[in-house]
Structure formats: structure tokens, C-alpha cells
């Protein structure tokens, strides 16, 4: 399925990619399953037994509340709903693939941008918990000789970052799409493992490799 839309900004054409509309579409579905769930808490009983619903919704809270204590420390459990709402981004946009969309991940833009931002909160809180002076004295460590390595890898962290996903994606992107070339009609038979592989495994690893990594690189210069 293919949407895109074409804007005219001062008499010139401009296409906003599929992958990028995938995105906003899942940000606002995410934004209304957001209000129906905040609905659901504010009517629930707390002397009576939760719903299912909401019984897997505070297992899903609870998990990344766990995931962020044993990251970053109980202490910096005030970055739980953001990595929240980050797993929860990433895992649908990875797995928007198995219902005919182009997963946003699989577009540079996108990944680079979610990079962008833990590089920008990384570089934050080093800046803030060790000061000026001291936040350049850490790329000084353990030898001034290493200065030039060390604002090197400090750069490269979020090129890495947004590489790694954007790679893995699209390479899943790219061969489902070969493979249903290559079988044709047998694919609704064959594909389904496959795409079990491709789409819902690697879509939540990556899913949790990029989550991780985002919480060790801030939760790094947080002490």
C-alpha cells in the first residue's frame, strides 16, 4: 500500500515519502491509543480487578520500567516514558510490514532522526553533570593524544545507531519483496515463515538492540 503526499512550498513540488507518512500514521494512531487507555485507567476501580487490557498494558509498563532500573539505575526511572514511548514507536514501525506498508525504519530519514535525538539528550546531560570544562575533559581521557579518536567515536555514535536499524530493516524490506517476486502465487503458502523472521523477529530485535543502546549512551553521562 502506497501513500505519499506532494506539497507546494513557493511554486516547487515536494514529495513526502511513504515512510515518512507511515510514521505520522503511526504517531497519531499511537497518540489515540494513548487517550483510550489513559480513558480506561481514569473509569477502573482500584478496589476492583483490573480488565485484561489493562492487565497487559501494566505488564508492558512494568517491563520497561524493569528494562530502564537494570540499564540505567532505579534513580533515572524518570526516562521510563520516554523509552516507552520509543520501544513502542520502533516495534510498530517495524512491524507496519505485515499488513502491506513500507515500514518507516526503512527510510534513512527516519532512523537518523530517532539517532539525532538520543545523540542530542546524550550530549545534554554529559554537558549538564559534568559541566563545560569537564565535559571537555572527557574526551581528553585517558590521554589527551586520544582527543581526535574520541570526539571521532562520539560522532560516529549516532551514525551507527541509525545504520543498524536502517540496515536491517531494509535488507528484511528488500528480500520479502524478492522473494514474492521469486515464488509469485505460492507466496501466501511459503511467506508466512519468512516473514515471522524478517518482520516479527528482527523487527523486535532491532526494536530492542536500538531501545538499549539508546539508555546505555545516555544513562552513560547521566552519573
Not at 53 to 76: A, C, Q, R, S
Amino acid at each position: 500500500m502506497t501513500i505519499e503526499f506532494v506539497v507546494n512550498i513557493a511554486g516547487k513540488a515536494y514529495t513526502i515519502p511513504e515512510t515518512v507518512v507511515n510514521a505520522w500514521i503511526i504517531v497519531i494512531a499511537l497518540l489515540i491509543f494513548a487517550a483510550i487507555v489513559n480513558s480506561k485507567i481514569k473509569k477502573s476501580n482500584i478496589n476492583e480487578k483490573p480488565s485484561k487490557f489493562l492487565n497487559v498494558i501494566e505488564m508492558y509498563v512494568e517491563m520497561i520500567n524493569n528494562l530502564v532500573k537494570d540499564t540505567m539505575g532505579e534513580k533515572h526511572l524518570e526516562f521510563a516514558p520516554y523509552i516507552l514511548t520509543l520501544m513502542t514507536f520502533l516495534l510498530f514501525a517495524n512491524l507496519i510490514g505485515l499488513i502491506g506498508f513500507a515500514p518507516p525504519t526503512s527510510d534513512y530519514s527516519v532512523t537518523l532522526t530517532l539517532a539525532l535525538i538520543t545523540f542530542t539528550l546524550t550530549q545534554y546531560y554529559g554537558l549538564k553533570n559534568s559541566g563545560f570544562i569537564g565535559y571537555l575533559k572527557g574526551f581528553t581521557e585517558p590521554i589527551a593524544l586520544l582527543t581526535p579518536l574520541n570526539i571521532i567515536g562520539e560522532l560516529a555514535n549516532p551514525i551507527s545507531l541509525s545504520f543498524r536499524l536502517f540496515g536491517n530493516v531494509l535488507a528484511g524490506v528488500l528480500i520479502m519483496t524478492l522473494f514474492y517476486h521469486a515464488v509469485g502465487f505460492l507466496a501466501p503458502i511459503v511467506a508466512p515463515p519468512f516473514h515471522a523472521y524478517f518482520d516479527v523477529f528482527s523487527g523486535v530485535l532491532q526494536s530492542f538492540i536500538f531501545t538499549m543502546l539508546t539508555m546505555v549512551f545516555i544513562g552513560g553521562n547521566l552519573d
